[in-house]
């Protein structure tokens, strides 16, 4: 069945207002165990295990381990995702700013205390992306919609300022710092969370070489 985000509203409606406290109990434990293992990864037996509970109960409110996936889905993307992280980052991108290096520097602090909060919610959003084709469209359209378009406008006004090089395709800057925060981010939670940096300092070498190649400097002879 192809996941659409009519589905993930009408999911969430459920996941908004379950049917008692033990199915919420399992919502919250599958939400750990899908973050950690993945949909594949993820048995019946261990979300059970998780909730406190037997596989015949999890099976009485879920008939399928796909039907408790989607509520999983519809929480992250409808409660967390879309409301908060996409929501405050498209203001942040819309704010204004005196600079160009202010500008990215609060967002992408912005984004690292965000993540920082529940990391476990970036697990469980990469395992979907990469698990389902279909929730990864959702996700691009609303990424898209909401930070993408917004991104280049945003940059366009910098270009106009002067303090980036006008001759620079838009698009391209943007998937560019796109690249560098999410990367950075999956690296600190993710790939190294053990790894000890010292944040404020990563961000402002993350924005110094990333300005390097953008900036409307004369190159020195």
């Known amino acids: 069945m192809k996941l659409t985000l009519k589905m993930l509203q009408s999911e969430f409606a459920a996941y908004q207002n379950?049917?008692?406290?033990?199915?919420?109990?399992?919502?919250?434990?599958?939400?750990?165990?899908f973050a950690e293992l993945g949909f594949s990864g993820a048995t019946t037996a261990e979300l059970a295990k998780k909730a406190g509970t037997t596989e015949r109960t999890l099976f009485k409110y879920f008939p399928t381990k796909f039907d408790l996936y989607k509520r999983v889905l519809a929480g992250l993307l409808l409660s967390t995702i879309l409301p908060n992280h996409m929501s405050?980052?498209?203001?942040?991108?819309?704010?204004q700013h005196r600079n160009f290096k202010e500008w990215f520097i609060s967002i992408l602090k912005a984004r690292f205390e965000s993540v920082?909060?529940?990391?476990?919610?970036l697990k469980l959003l990469l395992?979907?992306?990469?698990?389902?084709?279909?929730?990864?469209?959702?996700f691009?359209?609303?990424?898209?919609?909401?930070?993408y378009d917004t991104s280049i406008e945003a940059y366009r006004n910098f270009q106009l300022k002067g303090e980036i090089k006008k001759d620079l395709d838009l698009n391209q800057i943007v998937r560019v710092s796109f690249s560098l925060g999410a990367?950075?981010?999956?690296?600190?939670?993710?790939?190294?969370?053990?790894?000890?940096?010292?944040?404020d300092r990563e961000i402002e070498s993350i924005f110094s070489i990333f300005y390097e190649g953008i900036s409307n400097r004369k190159e020195q002879k």
């Not at 379950?18 to 165990?33: N, W």
């Not at 405050?88 to 704010?95: A, F």
């Not at 920082?116 to 919610?121: C, I, L, R, T, V």
Request: charged share 35%; proline share 6%.
């Open 18 to 33: 379950p049917q008692s406290e033990k199915e919420k109990e399992i919502v919250d434990a599958a939400e750990e165990i």
């Open 127 to 138: 395992g979907a992306i990469l698990f389902s084709k279909d929730f990864a469209e959702i």
């Open 183 to 199: 990367s950075f981010i999956i690296t600190k939670f993710i790939l190294a969370p053990k790894f000890p940096i010292d944040v």
């Open 116 to 121: 920082a909060k529940e990391p476990q919610k």
């Open 140 to 147: 691009g359209h609303l990424w898209k919609t909401n930070l």
């Open 88 to 95: 405050d980052l498209k203001d942040r991108i819309q704010s």
